[in-house]
C-alpha cells in the first residue's frame, strides 16, 4: 500500500505546486492588470487556497515517504522527532524544508500588484525545483546535464500545464484575449520540455537494455503522453490562427487530463532508479558527479566540454529572447546594430566556457582554474553582454499593455527599472559593495567550501558572479538606460576604488597560510596539482591579474565617453550659438553674462 502511496502522494504535491504556479502566471501575464494592480482579486483567494492545499498535500507526502523509507505503517510516522531529523538530516529531506518555506512565504505575501506576482512566481519555482537537486546520485554521471534537464523540465511543464489551468480560470472574455499570450508561452514550454526530456532520456538510459527497464518503460510512456501533448498543443496554435476559438476551448478539457497523467507519470518516475551502469567510482565523482579529467592542458581546457545542463538551457533561452528581439526589429524595419549582437555572443559564449567548457570542468578540481573561471564569468563575459544593449532591445520589443489601461510586460520592466530598487541597486556604491565586497563574504567565510560541495552551489556562485558583473559594468559603461545617470568623474572613482579592492582580496589569498575551501579539493584525491596551498595561492595570482586587465579597459572606455560627452555638449552650444546669432538673438553666453551683470547692478544699488 505504501510503495503505491509514495508516487500517488509525490504526483499530488508537484501537480497543486504546478497549478498554484499556474494561477500565479494567469494574473502576471494572462489576465488583465490595471496600471501596475492585479484585477482579480477572486484569482487571489484561489491562489492562497490552492496554496494551503500544496502545503497540507506535502505533509501526507513526507509522512508517506518517511514511513516508506523506514518500511513501517503510516501511523507510525507521526513522530515529531523522526519527522525533524528527516527535514534537517537529509539532503532530500531539506530540500523538502525548503518547499515547506517557499509555500508559507507565498502564503503572507501580497498579491495585489503585478511585480509582487513575478516575485511569487520566483519564489513558487524555487520551492517547486528544490527536491529535483536531490534526484538520482552523483555517482550515476552526467550530473550536471542530467539535473539541469530535470530541473528545466519541471518549470516548463509548470509553464505548460499551469498555464493553461490558469487560463481556464479566467472569465470567457478574458480567456479570449489571453489565448494568443498563452500560445506564446505553450510554443516556448513545448520546445523545452522535449529538448530537456530528451537530455534525460539521454543521461539515464545509455543503451537497448537500459531502455528495456522499468524506468525504460515509464519513461516511454511518458514521452508518449508528451507527444500527444506537443500535437494538442500544434492544433491549439493553428486554430487560435484561424481563430477558431470554439474549437480551442472543447479540446482544452482533455489536454488538461492528459497533463495532470502526465504528471503522476513523471513522478513515478523520479521514484524509480534508473538503470545502473558500469562506473568505476572515485571521490571525485562521488563528490562532483563529474569523472576526475586528466592533468590539464591547454588543448584539454580549450577543448574539453562537460555540460552544465542549467546553465545552458538559461544561457539558451537568453540567446533566444535576443534573436527574437532582433528578429521583431527587423520585421519593423529597424536594423539592430551588428556589433551588439557579436558582443552579446561573445560574453554569452565566455559564459559558457567558462560552466561548461574546458575552464568550467577543471573548475570543479582545481581552485586555479575555479579563480580563472570566476574572473571570466564576472569581470570578462558581463562587458560583452553589457555592450550588446539587452535592456534597450527588451524595451523595444517586449509586449505592451492590451489596452490604455493595461501596464503590461514593457511596461512592469520599465516600472521594475524605475523603482526604489533599481535605484538601489544601481547605485555606484551599492554595485561596488556586490561586485568586490561579496568576495570576501564568500572566499574568506565557510560559504565557499559549503557551495563548493553540490551543483547547486556552483550555479549560485555562477548566477552571482555573472549578475554582479553585468550591474558593475552596466554602471561604468553601459549603454543602455539606467534610473539614474552617474558622473563621469563618480565612475573613475569607482573604478580606482574597485581596483584596490580586488587587489587587496588577490594578494590576501596569495598570503594566505592556509586552505580556505574548507577541504573540498583534498577530498577529491586528484593526482596532479598535489600542492593545494601552492595552487590557492596561483589562484590569488590569476584573480589579480585577470581582473585588473578588464577593470583598467572600463577605466579606458569611461575617459573616452567621458571625452565624447564633452565633445557632444560642446557641439550643442556652437548649434544654440548659431541659431541664436541667425535669429538676432543672445547665445546662452551672452546671456549668462547679462543675467550676472543684473546681479551686479542690483547689488551696487542695495
Known amino acids: 500500500m505504501i510503495e503505491v502511496l509514495a508516487p500517488l502522494s509525490k504526483g499530488l504535491v508537484q501537480l497543486l505546486g504546478v497549478l498554484s504556479i499556474g494561477l500565479l502566471i494567469a494574473i502576471a501575464f494572462l489576465d488583465k492588470d490595471i496600471k501596475g494592480a492585479v484585477s482579480n482579486l477572486g484569482l487571489i483567494k484561489k491562489i492562497k487556497l490552492f496554496l494551503i492545499f500544496w502545503f497540507v498535500s506535502l505533509v501526507l507526502f513526507i509522512l508517506i515517504q518517511i514511513a516508506y523509507l523506514l518500511e513501517q505503517p503510516l501511523f507510525t510516522s507521526f513522530?515529531?522527532?523522526?519527522?525533524?531529523?528527516?527535514?534537517?538530516?537529509?539532503?532530500?529531506?531539506?530540500?523538502?524544508?525548503?518547499?515547506?518555506?517557499?509555500?508559507?512565504?507565498?502564503?503572507?505575501?501580497?498579491?495585489?500588484?503585478?511585480?509582487?506576482?513575478?516575485?511569487?512566481?520566483?519564489?513558487?519555482?524555487?520551492?517547486?525545483?528544490?527536491?529535483?537537486?536531490q534526484s538520482h546520485g552523483s555517482a550515476s554521471g552526467n550530473h550536471g546535464l542530467a539535473i539541469g534537464a530535470l530541473?528545466?523540465?519541471?518549470?516548463?511543464?509548470?509553464?505548460?500545464?499551469?498555464?493553461?489551468?490558469?487560463?481556464?480560470?479566467?472569465?470567457?472574455?478574458?480567456?479570449?484575449?489571453?489565448?494568443?499570450?498563452?500560445?506564446?508561452?505553450?510554443?516556448?514550454?513545448?520546445?523545452?520540455?522535449?529538448?530537456?526530456g530528451a537530455a534525460t532520456a539521454f543521461t539515464r538510459l545509455d543503451s537497448f537494455s537500459a531502455w528495456q527497464s522499468k524506468y525504460g518503460a515509464v519513461t516511454i510512456l511518458k514521452i508518449f503522453l508528451t507527444v500527444i501533448l506537443i500535437g494538442f498543443g500544434a492544433i491549439h496554435r493553428r486554430w487560435i490562427i484561424a481563430s477558431d476559438l470554439p474549437s480551442v476551448f472543447r479540446l482544452i478539457t482533455a489536454e488538461i487530463a492528459i497533463m495532470f497523467g502526465t504528471i503522476f507519470v513523471g513522478s513515478w518516475l523520479s521514484t524509480i532508479s534508473p538503470p545502473e551502469r558500469e562506473i568505476v567510482l572515485t571521490p571525485g565523482l562521488l563528490v562532483t558527479g563529474i569523472?576526475?579529467?586528466?592533468?590539464?592542458?591547454?588543448?584539454?581546457?580549450?577543448?574539453?566540454?562537460?555540460?552544465?545542463?542549467?546553465?545552458?538551457?538559461?544561457?539558451?533561452?537568453?540567446?533566444?529572447l535576443y534573436i527574437k528581439g532582433v528578429i521583431i526589429l527587423s520585421r519593423r524595419g529597424v536594423k539592430w546594430p551588428i556589433g551588439r549582437t557579436l558582443a552579446f555572443a561573445a560574453g554569452i559564449s565566455a559564459v559558457d566556457f567558462a560552466t561548461s567548457g574546458g575552464l568550467g570542468l577543471y573548475s570543479h578540481f582545481s581552485f586555479s582554474a575555479h579563480m580563472s573561471a570566476h574572473m571570466v564569468i564576472g569581470m570578462i563575459a558581463p562587458i560583452g553582454i553589457v555592450l550588446g544593449a539587452p535592456i534597450t532591445l527588451a524595451l523595444r520589443t517586449l509586449p505592451i499593455g492590451r489596452d490604455t489601461q493595461e501596464r503590461g510586460v514593457r511596461g512592469s520592466f520599465i516600472a521594475l527599472l524605475h523603482s526604489k530598487l533599481g535605484r538601489f541597486y544601481t547605485n555606484p556604491i551599492v554595485a561596488l559593495a556586490i561586485f568586490d565586497g561579496s568576495l570576501f563574504a564568500l572566499y574568506f567565510t565557510p560559504l565557499f567550501g559549503n557551495l563548493m560541495q553540490g551543483h547547486t552551489g556552483h550555479f549560485?556562485?555562477?548566477?552571482?558572479?555573472?549578475?554582479?558583473?553585468?550591474?558593475?559594468?552596466?554602471?561604468?559603461?553601459?549603454?543602455?538606460?539606467?534610473?539614474?545617470?552617474?558622473p563621469h568623474l563618480v565612475k573613475i572613482i569607482i573604478i580606482f576604488a574597485a581596483m584596490s579592492i580586488h587587489a587587496f582580496f588577490s594578494i590576501s589569498i596569495m598570503s594566505a597560510s592556509t586552505l580556505i575551501d574548507g577541504g573540498y579539493f583534498a577530498q577529491l584525491e586528484r593526482p596532479w596539482a598535489t600542492d593545494l596551498l601552492a595552487d590557492q595561492?596561483?589562484?590569488?595570482?590569476?584573480?589579480?591579474?585577470?581582473?585588473?586587465?578588464?577593470?583598467?579597459?572600463?577605466?579606458?572606455?569611461?575617459?573616452?565617453q567621458w571625452s565624447r560627452a564633452d565633445k557632444k555638449e560642446a557641439n550643442r552650444i556652437d548649434r544654440a550659438s548659431d541659431r541664436a546669432a541667425a535669429m538676432g538673438e543672445d547665445d546662452e553666453l551672452a546671456q549668462y553674462n547679462r543675467y550676472l551683470s543684473e546681479l551686479n547692478k542690483k547689488d551696487l544699488r542695495e
Not at 534537517?88 to 517557499?102: C, P, R, V
Request: no cysteine.
Open 151 to 196: 530541473v528545466i523540465h519541471v518549470i516548463a511543464i509548470s509553464f505548460w500545464v499551469g498555464g493553461l489551468f490558469g487560463l481556464t480560470q479566467l472569465s470567457k472574455e478574458q480567456k479570449i484575449i489571453a489565448l494568443p499570450r498563452f500560445s506564446e508561452i505553450a510554443l516556448w514550454s513545448a520546445i523545452a520540455v522535449a529538448l530537456s
Open 460 to 486: 549560485v556562485m555562477s548566477i552571482h558572479f555573472l549578475l554582479a558583473g553585468i550591474l558593475f559594468f552596466q554602471i561604468l559603461i553601459g549603454i543602455d538606460p539606467m534610473p539614474q545617470k552617474v
Open 537 to 560: 595561492k596561483l589562484g590569488g595570482s590569476i584573480g589579480w591579474a585577470m581582473g585588473e586587465i578588464p577593470i583598467l579597459l572600463a577605466l579606458l572606455a569611461t575617459f573616452i
Open 79 to 133: 513522530d515529531l522527532t523522526v519527522v525533524r531529523s528527516y527535514l534537517t538530516q537529509t539532503s532530500i529531506g531539506k530540500s523538502y524544508l525548503i518547499q515547506f518555506a517557499g509555500i508559507l512565504l507565498l502564503l503572507v505575501l501580497p498579491l495585489r500588484k503585478i511585480l509582487i506576482s513575478y516575485l511569487a512566481i520566483l519564489i513558487a519555482l524555487g520551492s517547486l525545483i528544490s527536491p529535483v537537486f
Open 291 to 320: 569523472e576526475l579529467p586528466p592533468e590539464p592542458t591547454l588543448s584539454r581546457i580549450l577543448f574539453s566540454y562537460e555540460i552544465d545542463g542549467l546553465m545552458l538551457g538559461l544561457l539558451i533561452f537568453v540567446v533566444a
